[in-house]
């Protein structure tokens, strides 16, 4: 049987506790690893080569979260925001099953390594994306090399 117990957790940090819980749970080798978004460094990995391979995996759902990330560049974009450009009135459960089966990917394809950040956003009960401007950049420039196709 297991035991629990409560523990205060100040409310912008409860999403991050959370998935690191889950991650633990699961048996996740480091589970600060697995939540921690990806820094800078990270980032500069996704070259040309990569961020075409990502596109062209892409079914038009996430290429359509992606070109938003894209044109946000360097700024969070929401749940609501993506559920939007997919044409959903809310984020529900078509955003998170989407972000969901790409984190999947990326950890399967790509070593884990994000081309953007996820953040729990508690004031607004929502995960934001942020891709890194240089990565917006060189995604940008791989989307209007296949749009010329």
Do not use: C, Q
């Not at 079914?59 to 992606?66: E, I």
């Not at 993506?82 to 790409?102: D, W």
Request: aromatic fraction near 6%; charge should be positive; hydrophobic fraction near 45%.
């Amino acid at each position: 049987m297991l035991n629990f117990i409560n523990v205060p957790v100040p409310e912008r940090l409860v999403g991050e506790v959370m998935a690191l819980i889950a991650a633990r749970w699961a048996g996740a080798a480091n589970a600060a690893d697995s939540i921690r978004p990806p820094g800078a460094a990270t980032h500069a990995d996704w070259g040309e080569v990569e961020l075409r391979k990502l596109w062209g995996e892409s079914g038009k759902p996430m290429r359509a979260a992606l070109r938003l990330m894209t044109a946000h560049g360097g700024n969070p974009v929401s749940g609501d925001e993506i559920a939007k450009a997919l044409g959903k009135k809310e984020r529900g459960h078509t955003v998170s099953g989407m972000m969901g089966a790409l984190g999947r990917r990326l950890k399967h394809r790509h070593n884990g390594r994000r081309p953007f950040s996820a953040k729990w956003n508690a004031a607004e009960a929502s995960w934001e994306y942020t891709m890194p401007a240089t990565v917006a950049r060189a995604l940008a420039k791989v989307i209007a090399a296949d749009a010329a196709k």
